[in-house]
């Protein structure tokens, strides 16, 4: 896919409205995890470098009206320790207000806006709202991925109504994206994971056609095992899903599924619960599965480290805890040490393998997990679509 990027728009001198992706955990006030504030700040150097004003909007967690506790100001003082430059927080996402502290604030200071999601507005794309965050900028960038698959006013709204272009990251993660969607280096891996099938199946649907094996861990893969037959316990199963994934087993492409041999077991789920190894095929009754045992680790290990494209979401046990936390560190551990393209998206997996420190090991570390699923499903990703209507103008 080609977009207009940041080289196809004049900045210097103008006000550019950078729709960022700074929806980060905070802990006692502060930002807990750094990470998609430094993949933002790449977009925010380009533009200043180039004379630039710079105007940050982004949303943060799921505020119901305006919440305090959700306010944007600690991660405005990170982006602007870790990007070495002056942040200014605004006294909201729109208004008069907010003209004005960007109209006085200094060239070289990074106006963030509070978080989008203060307003009604955002997740509906309002229309007023779009405009009036368009009046905030000469030019829009779109550098957030993690929210490509929403169609707000932040994203989309602003888009339709302002000279837009993708951001620095957001032109990266649709390379890499559109690299596991082509058909030629071969093998090509995925390995899913997670809590839910229902949250995957239809990538899988989408995929299976098209790789060479599908690796499937974690809570989701519970319910492979039920519709297959086997006894899984009291390991997480969605019932409700059953008939659709015994088809998808049992279809043209189910022979590319590959499911645990064995597992990590425990009565209880908690983290100091006493644990031992089971079978794939025979999980004891009043027990679950916690994380992928060796023997599917190895498995797992093998197939991917053999590969030439990999894309890996979804943890494959509680990595959290550490007594179950080694059947997704041999994962990570496999990826990181494949020679092929290799990705890594989804909430989870990205703090999986930055936890072992592996993340540097790995082509692409994604900042969008359900956007990057809904890309590779072969959706059309709204804040994706806004920007295309540019194309002519690059």
């Avoid at 963030?112 to 009046?135: I, K, Q, Y």
């Avoid at 932040?154 to 890499?176: D, F, M, Y």
């Avoid at 093998?187 to 989408?206: C, I, Q, R």
């Avoid at 492409?253 to 794939?280: C, Q, R, T, W, Y």
Wanted: hydrophobic share 45%.
């Amino acid at each position: 896919m080609t977009l207009p990027t940041i080289d196809d728009l004049d900045v210097s001198g103008r006000t550019v409205l950078v729709r960022a992706d700074l929806n980060v955990p905070l802990h006692d006030g502060a930002v807990a995890d750094d990470f998609r504030i430094l993949a933002s700040l790449p977009t925010i150097v380009a533009l200043r470098a180039r004379d630039a004003k710079v105007v940050v909007c982004s949303h943060l967690g799921r505020p119901n009206g305006h919440e305090a506790s959700l306010s944007l100001a600690p991660i405005a003082d990170r982006l602007g320790q870790l990007g070495d430059f002056p942040t200014m927080l605004a006294p909201g996402v729109v208004g008069p207000a907010v003209k004005r502290t960007i109209a006085e604030s200094d060239p070289d200071t990074v106006v963030v806006l509070e978080n989008t999601r203060f307003e009604p507005g955002e997740v509906t794309n309002d229309s007023a709202l779009g405009v009036a965050l368009a009046e905030l900028g000469d030019v829009f960038v779109n550098d957030a991925f993690g929210t490509a698959h929403r169609s707000h006013a932040s994203n989309v709204g602003v888009a339709q109504r302002l000279r837009s272009a993708a951001g620095l990251l957001l032109a990266k993660e649709i390379a890499a994206f559109d690299e596991l969607l082509d058909d030629t280096d071969r093998p090509y891996v995925v390995v899913l994971g997670g809590a839910k099938v229902s949250d995957k199946l239809a990538v899988m649907k989408n995929l299976l056609p098209k790789v060479d094996m599908m690796l499937v861990g974690g809570g989701m893969c519970f319910t492979l095992l039920a519709a297959s037959g086997y006894e899984v316990g009291d390991s997480l199963v969605e019932e409700s899903m059953l008939d659709e994934v015994g088809g998808l087993l049992q279809g043209e492409h189910g022979g590319k599924i590959l499911l645990p041999a064995d597992f990590v077991v425990a009565e209880s789920f908690a983290e100091h619960a006493s644990n031992e190894l089971a079978s794939g095929t025979a999980i004891p009754e009043h027990s679950m599965g916690l994380d992928i045992g060796p023997e599917a680790s190895a498995q797992f290990s093998n197939v991917v480290t053999a590969a030439e494209r990999v894309f890996w979401n979804g943890p494959m046990g509680v990595f959290e805890w550490e007594a179950f936390r080694a059947g997704t560190a041999a994962v990570a551990d496999a990826v990181a040490s494949c020679n092929g393209f290799t990705v890594v998206g989804g909430g989870d997996s990205v703090a999986a393998i930055r936890m072992l420190g592996r993340e540097t090991d790995v082509s692409h570390v994604s900042s969008g997990g359900g956007a990057g699923l809904q890309y590779l499903e072969g959706k059309i990703l709204p804040g994706i679509a806004a920007l295309e209507q540019w194309s002519d103008h690059a």
